[in-house]
């Protein structure tokens, strides 16, 4: 049986990993593929350092030209995370017709363009599968499971740090500092949590799916993000009362029209997520995506979210496609003029964008001071579905928590922006969207 050589960029969690899987099912691999897999060289930063995985000397190398210049070597599989010098490293792969396997949203996210146009140039691919939502297949089944269909929205969770942090602030009780804590101790959260708590990571996964799912790239920046730092215990407590759990949500949907190109709507947020929708259950480092297609409808693929296995289990699936295609002699792809294009979109604007809102607004025990937020309301057309106030006392501040009817995000924008100025106003307002119940169909 033949053997195909590749080369790994970094040997971190996610790197032990691949190594472990591909010496555990080292034989059923061969299998599927009709090849071995054989690891020829592993990039490290610190060659000394221990690892989950012990790697024997002669693999190990600090040179990348070990791994980049060798002609044998013909999938280069990167796990070392980072813009730079992944991007360099990337690059030159590519340039010397080797296949890439990258785990690197971040890489992607930013650098997207430029990579897929030198892989294409090159007849060679990158494959990306553990880039979003962990072990999920959820791309291979957008791209190939979804090839028939027509992809129309993707709602998913993404993120397993956030999804962690809420769950045990609904689960358990517990505020926003200890739940980050504990995300930290478990092994979910980084050291600085800020790329994932801010939403920024769910939005490069999210430019991501929204590539393949529509064909169309944008950039991460441009995508309205919000993140979860400013969520209490009072929220989280508001949420159940209304039936509803909090999660962090990145959401997509494509807009077809016959006379102009699509249009694209996408935005990372938390919302309150009615209990009995099939996404208030995700619990944990989980991730779940809920995708609506024409033809299929919905249809929802769940799976851990991060990790060394999961992700490592991703990678190695786009390893055995990008080799089984090596040893079929039907690695090389067509040329960039064969291939189908990919627009260059930026999101439409939220701003005509209708939803019920959760919203919190913190504010001293005064007479007064309900008229004036309601007057603030009022001017700009927000109408008022439910009101509760959680008085601590006569000098203690109150939260009032109110729930909106259905109201363009303008408007609401607005109005929070004179709540916010008023002098009585003790911190910015806690706006949260609220996802509408799933269709019983």
């Known amino acids: 049986m033949r053997s195909i050589a590749i ?44 690892r989950a995985f012990e790697l024997p000397a002669e693999v190990k190398t600090t040179d990348p030209e070990d791994v980049l210049g060798d002609p044998d070597i013909r999938v280069v599989v990167e796990v070392m995370g980072g813009l730079e010098p992944a991007r360099s490293y990337v690059l030159r792969a590519l340039a010397e017709g080797k296949h890439v396997v990258s785990a690197n949203k971040a890489l992607l996210g930013t650098f997207g363009k430029e990579l897929f146009a030198a892989a294409a140039r090159r007849g060679v691919s990158i494959h990306f599968e553990a880039s979003v939502a962990g072990g999920i297949p959820i791309l291979r089944a957008l791209r190939e499971g979804l ?11 993404v993120n397993g740090t956030c999804n962690f942090i809420l769950d045990a602030m609904t689960r358990n009780g517990e505020g926003y500092e200890a739940a980050l804590a504990q995300a930290q101790a478990a092994g979910f959260a980084e050291a600085d949590p800020s ?59 494509i807009e077809p029209d016959r006379d102009a190109p699509a249009r694209l709507r996408a935005r990372v947020h938390p919302v309150l997520v009615p209990s009995r929708h099939v996404l208030a259950g995700v619990h944990g480092s989980y991730n779940a995506v809920l995708v609506h297609s024409a033809a299929l409808g919905r249809s929802l693929y769940y799976g851990r979210g991060a990790g060394m296995m999961p992700t490592g289990t991703a990678v190695v699936s786009d390893l055995v496609e990008v080799c089984r295609g090596v040893v079929a002699f039907a690695d090389r792809m067509p040329p960039p003029e064969a291939l189908p294009s990919i627009a260059d ?52 501040p109150t939260d009032m928590v109110f729930v909106t009817e259905a109201v363009a995000d303008a408007a609401l924008r607005g109005a ?3 709540i916010d100025a008023l002098p009585t106003t003790l911190a910015p307002a806690v706006r949260l969207r609220i996802l509408p119940p799933e269709p019983l169909d």
């Open 7 to 50: 080369g790994l960029l970094g040997a971190g969690n996610v790197g032990c990993g691949v190594l472990a899987l591909l010496r555990d099912n080292r034989d059923a691999i061969a299998q599927r593929i009709g090849a071995n897999v054989v690891v020829k060289r592993v990039l490290l930063r610190a060659p000394g350092s221990r």
């Open 147 to 157: 090839a028939s269909d027509r992809i129309q929205s993707l709602t998913g969770i």
């Open 195 to 253: 790329m994932d708590v801010s939403g920024v990571d769910a939005a490069q996964k999210l430019a991501l799916l929204a590539l393949v799912a529509f064909g169309l790239r944008v950039d991460p920046r441009a995508i309205s993000t919000e993140g979860i730092s400013r969520i209490e215990p009072i929220d989280v407590q508001s949420a159940a009362a209304l039936g509803c759990v909090i999660k962090s949500i990145a959401h997509a949907e």
């Open 345 to 396: 979109v930026v999101p439409v604007s939220t701003a005509d964008e209708r939803h019920e809102n959760y919203v919190r607004v913190t504010v001293p025990n005064v007479p007064g001071v309900l008229a004036r937020v309601a007057g603030c309301l009022g001017r700009h057309g927000v109408s008022i579905k439910r009101l509760n106030q959680d008085p601590k006392g006569p000098q203690l």
């Open 416 to 418: 929070l922006a004179e």
